[in-house]
């Protein structure tokens, strides 16, 4: 069974720019993540989505960050225009919705803003 | 507010226990978990333990649970040097109902030879 699958794993970009990233959960997972995880930190939920419902973005700093899951199964997240300080990794991670939320993650992705 | 403390490193020899600990603040949680995460790569789950459950064993993996004390360990039997890694707590916040997980700062776990 194929696991998390996020893309790109790294990313470079200048400050002011835009960035995309893209995850394809695990098939039958109707529930998806997105965490930010910081230097030495654990990781910091973003966005959680129900099939294609975000049912919680309290997190997502809305001012630019943004974020889909377009059908209820791949989902992609924006940031623009990038800060330095959003250099961190981008993580995602999918479950089925109910107990005991098993969540499996993909491997990052690693946004660096210069 | 929710929050989850573990201490941030740990040092063992290869054949010995290794025990991690954390705290969590949120009593109505109904699930703990263990994940470990090794460079470079995301989180992967080791282990979660119902509420309502003291103990729990998956091979070389014990987690120990004191509800009344909000205290979760995770004991690896025999550490290899494979075992090296940086082992996160978490909890299932947001009043126990929903996955939202709330992560400790991790713990990094070096296994000597």
């Known amino acids: 069974e194929a696991g998390v699958v996020q893309s790109p794993r790294y990313k470079i970009i200048e400050k002011k720019q835009p960035v995309a990233f893209w995850c394809n959960p695990i098939?039958?997972?109707?529930?998806l993540y997105w965490y930010l995880q910081n230097l030495g930190q654990g990781p910091e939920l973003l966005i959680r989505?129900?099939?294609?419902?975000?049912?919680?973005d309290s997190q997502l700093p809305k001012d630019r960050f943004s974020a889909e899951r377009l059908k209820g199964v791949d989902s992609t997240l924006k940031i623009q225009p990038a800060e330095l300080g959003d250099s961190a990794v981008y993580l995602c991670?999918?479950?089925?919705?109910?107990?005991?939320?098993?969540?499996?993650f993909g491997p990052g992705t690693r946004l660096t803003v210069t | 507010g929710e929050d989850v403390e573990q201490s941030l490193f740990l040092s063992v020899r290869e054949g010995d226990s290794s025990v991690i600990n954390c705290t969590y603040t949120?009593?109505?949680?109904?699930?703990l978990y263990w994940y470990k995460q090794e460079p470079g790569a995301g989180l992967q789950l080791l282990t979660y333990?119902?509420?309502?459950?003291d103990m729990k064993q998956d091979q070389r993996l014990t987690v120990l649970l004191n509800k009344k004390d909000k205290h979760l360990s995770l004991r690896i039997a025999d550490t290899q040097t494979g075992d090296s890694a940086i082992y996160f707590c978490?909890?299932?916040?947001?009043?126990?109902?929903?996955?939202?997980?709330?992560f400790g700062k991790g713990t990094k776990l070096s296994v000597k030879p």
């Open positions: 991670a999918s479950s089925l919705r109910d107990g005991p939320y098993e969540q499996y």
């Open positions: 098939s039958g997972h109707n529930t």
């Open positions: 989505y129900e099939n294609e419902e975000a049912v919680d």
């Open positions: 949120d009593s109505s949680s109904t699930y």
């Open positions: 333990i119902f509420s309502n459950m």
């Open positions: 978490a909890e299932n916040g947001d009043g126990g109902s929903q996955g939202n997980l709330i």
